[in-house]
Structures are given as structure tokens and as C-alpha cells.
């Protein structure tokens, strides 16, 4: 198969890292951040509240999680209705136990179909961010501008009719983006987004008329990467994690405050296979010195009211 010239053509190719969102940064240099309690190391965990569609489109791609059969797949459909029926209930009681406060990265039709878990987030004071309409409307490259702004304007203004809070923060379904999405978040009133995952501390980022604040959601330590994709035992998933922790907190004695991220998915890690082992993971953070939890909204304040 002979490959043609024009395979290799891409209009967005440009100098430096093919895009100008954001300067070069390289965090072993970079100015110590100081959380403003003298906290070392906080715990943002984001919980990611979908609804998968029965009948899911397989284009423009597949995001994960997204039904690998054809046609209705009630096996997969119910598969993640559980997170939203049964999970987030455990998820639910073991933040209450350790006093952790997630960012809620939720799907406006999921607020729309259950108002009762939005009430039960609202209750427990936990930040709602827009995270698209649902997980069969996606944002890719080439996507219709006026589309793209339709569906980004819907997920922030359902979201903030129903639950009454600013609603700031943005997580893009299946980490999907086109090369507008972060323009439009801001458009639409967004002040953060967590969709690029190449650092453990926040970074400003361009837009077309403002800017946004990148934030560091790692993938690595998602609970869809280990325990869905890769299958690996909940024993991996616990030391991974273990590991980040211990690194980040010690890299907060010398080169200033970090960020440990965790991504839960209630379909994922709120099966009663998987929920103990949250259980010692949570502990074991909680009871780390110096550490304490923070929701996006709280954490992009105080990165921003410092020099960067």
C-alpha cells in the first residue's frame, strides 16, 4: 500500500508544540504554589455522573465506557445505569465518612432524568461543572461551530438552572474536544477545564476572547483506565494510586504545595468489588499530613490569586 504525500498534511502544524494555548512550563522550575491554609498536598476527586444513551451512536468514535455493540445494548446500558442507581450511593457515604467535597462533572441530562441526585450533590455541598449534554453528544475535530456552541450553552445552562450554583468548571465527555471547545467554555461562562492531562498543577489558557484554567486531572489514576481498560485487580489500582500520593506529598516539602487528582466513575468504582478498596484508598489520603480535600472551584481561586 503506497502511502500518499497528502496523508501527511495538517493545517494546524506549527512551531514549538503545534498550538499557542499555552507558554512552555516546566514544573521542577516553576514557583512554589502555598495553599492559603498551609495545606501540602490537596485531594481533588472528581466523580463523573454520565448517562450512556441505550441506542449510542458509534460516530464520531466510541468514547470510554461507550456501548461496543450494535444497535440496543441492554447489557451496557445497564451496566452504567448501575453507577447512577446503585454507585454513587457508596460513593456518596464514603465522602461523607472522610468529609471530602468532589467536583461533580455531570452530564446535564443526567440532572434532567434524576433531580435526586442532584438534590442529594446540592445537600452535601458538592461543586457541580458541565461535562456535555450526554455521553452520545461529543466534541471532535471539524464539528460544526454553531453545533458545538449549541450543545456546550445547553449542558451550562441546565446545569445551572437546576442546581442554582455558578457551575464554572468543564470536563469535556470522554476528555473529547475539538479545537474550539476551550473558546466556547469561556463563551459560555467557564472559568476552568479539565480536558489536557499534562501536568499535576494548573496552567492558564488561552482562548480566543479570555482565558481558562487547564486543570490537572490525571487519567493515569482513573478508575475507568485501570479497573475498566485495563482490567487490572483493585490491589493495582490501590498502589498506584499510593504511589502518587507519596510522590506528590513529598515533592510538596521541596518544590511547593501539589495536587492529587483521583477520577471516579460510580459504575466503576462504586461495584461492592471495588468499594473497599476506595474505602482504604480515601483513608489512607485523608490521614496523609498536611493534606486535605478542595473542590476545582476552590483550587483554581487560590492558584490564581498567586504569581505565576
Given at each position: 500500500?503506497?502511502?500518499?504525500?497528502?496523508?501527511?498534511?495538517?493545517?494546524?502544524?506549527?512551531?514549538?508544540?503545534?498550538?499557542?494555548?499555552?507558554?512552555?512550563?516546566?514544573?521542577?522550575?516553576?514557583?512554589?504554589?502555598?495553599?492559603?491554609?498551609?495545606?501540602?498536598?490537596?485531594?481533588?476527586?472528581?466523580?463523573?455522573?454520565e448517562?450512556?444513551p441505550?441506542?449510542?451512536?458509534?460516530?464520531?468514535?466510541?468514547?470510554?465506557?461507550?456501548?461496543?455493540?450494535?444497535?440496543?445494548?441492554?447489557w451496557?446500558y445497564?451496566?452504567?445505569?448501575?453507577?447512577?442507581?446503585?454507585?454513587?450511593?457508596?460513593?456518596?457515604?464514603?465522602?461523607?465518612?472522610?468529609?471530602?467535597?468532589?467536583?461533580?462533572?455531570?452530564?446535564?441530562?443526567?440532572?434532567?432524568r434524576?433531580?435526586?441526585l442532584?438534590?442529594?450533590m446540592?445537600?452535601r455541598?458538592?461543586?457541580?461543572?458541565?461535562?456535555?449534554?450526554?455521553?452520545?453528544?461529543?466534541?471532535?475535530?471539524?464539528?460544526?461551530?454553531?453545533?458545538?456552541?449549541?450543545?456546550?450553552e445547553?449542558?451550562f445552562?441546565?446545569?445551572?438552572?437546576?442546581?442554582?450554583?455558578a457551575?464554572?468548571?468543564?470536563?469535556?465527555?470522554?476528555h473529547?474536544?475539538?479545537?474550539?471547545?476551550?473558546?466556547?467554555v469561556?463563551?459560555?461562562?467557564?472559568?476552568?477545564?479539565?480536558?489536557?492531562?499534562?501536568?499535576?498543577?494548573?496552567?492558564?489558557?488561552?482562548t480566543?476572547?479570555?482565558?481558562?484554567?487547564?486543570?490537572?486531572?490525571?487519567?493515569?489514576?482513573s478508575?475507568?483506565?485501570?479497573?475498566?481498560?485495563?482490567?487490572?485487580?483493585?490491589?493495582?489500582?490501590?498502589?498506584?494510586?499510593?504511589?502518587?500520593?507519596q510522590?506528590?506529598?513529598?515533592?510538596?516539602?521541596?518544590?511547593?504545595?501539589?495536587?492529587?487528582?483521583?477520577?471516579?466513575?460510580?459504575?466503576?468504582?462504586?461495584q461492592?468489588a471495588?468499594?473497599?478498596?476506595l474505602?482504604?484508598?480515601?483513608?489512607?489520603?485523608?490521614?496523609?499530613?498536611?493534606?486535605?480535600?478542595?473542590?476545582g472551584?476552590?483550587?483554581?481561586?487560590?492558584?490564581?490569586?498567586?504569581?505565576?
Amino acid at each position: 500500500m503506497t502511502i500518499q504525500n497528502s496523508y501527511f498534511d495538517y493545517p494546524h502544524r506549527g512551531p514549538g508544540m503545534d498550538q499557542d494555548r499555552y507558554g512552555y512550563r516546566r514544573l521542577a522550575k516553576s514557583a512554589p504554589v502555598a495553599w492559603t491554609d498551609g495545606s501540602k498536598l490537596l485531594l481533588w476527586v472528581m466523580v463523573h455522573l454520565e448517562h450512556f444513551p441505550m441506542d449510542m451512536p458509534a460516530r464520531p468514535f466510541i468514547p470510554t465506557g461507550g456501548m461496543n455493540r450494535p444497535g440496543i445494548s441492554v447489557w451496557d446500558y445497564t451496566q452504567r445505569d448501575y453507577g447512577n442507581r446503585v454507585g454513587i450511593f457508596r460513593l456518596m457515604k464514603l465522602f461523607d465518612k472522610y468529609g471530602i467535597v468532589p467536583t461533580v462533572a455531570m452530564n446535564s441530562q443526567v440532572a434532567v432524568r434524576y433531580p435526586f441526585l442532584l438534590d442529594a450533590m446540592i445537600e452535601r455541598n458538592w461543586e457541580i461543572a458541565a461535562s456535555g449534554v450526554d455521553m452520545s453528544h461529543l466534541h471532535y475535530g471539524g464539528m460544526p461551530e454553531d453545533k458545538e456552541r449549541e450543545q456546550v450553552e445547553k449542558s451550562f445552562a441546565d446545569l445551572r438552572r437546576l442546581s442554582g450554583q455558578a457551575v464554572t468548571g468543564w470536563h469535556s465527555p470522554s476528555h473529547s474536544q475539538s479545537q474550539l471547545t476551550p473558546d466556547l467554555v469561556e463563551e459560555a461562562g467557564g472559568r476552568y477545564i479539565a480536558d489536557w492531562i499534562n501536568d499535576d498543577m494548573p496552567y492558564a489558557f488561552k482562548t480566543r476572547s479570555g482565558s481558562l484554567t487547564q486543570m490537572p486531572l490525571s487519567y493515569d489514576l482513573s478508575d475507568k483506565k485501570i479497573l475498566y481498560q485495563q482490567s487490572l485487580p483493585s490491589a493495582v489500582y490501590a498502589h498506584q494510586t499510593d504511589m502518587a500520593r507519596q510522590c506528590l506529598r513529598d515533592e510538596a516539602d521541596t518544590k511547593g504545595a501539589r495536587i492529587l487528582s483521583l477520577s471516579l466513575s460510580p459504575w466503576v468504582a462504586g461495584q461492592p468489588a471495588q468499594i473497599k478498596t476506595l474505602d482504604r484508598v480515601l483513608g489512607a489520603v485523608m490521614e496523609t499530613p498536611d493534606t486535605r480535600s478542595a473542590t476545582g472551584a476552590e483550587i483554581v481561586a487560590q492558584w490564581k490569586g498567586q504569581s505565576q
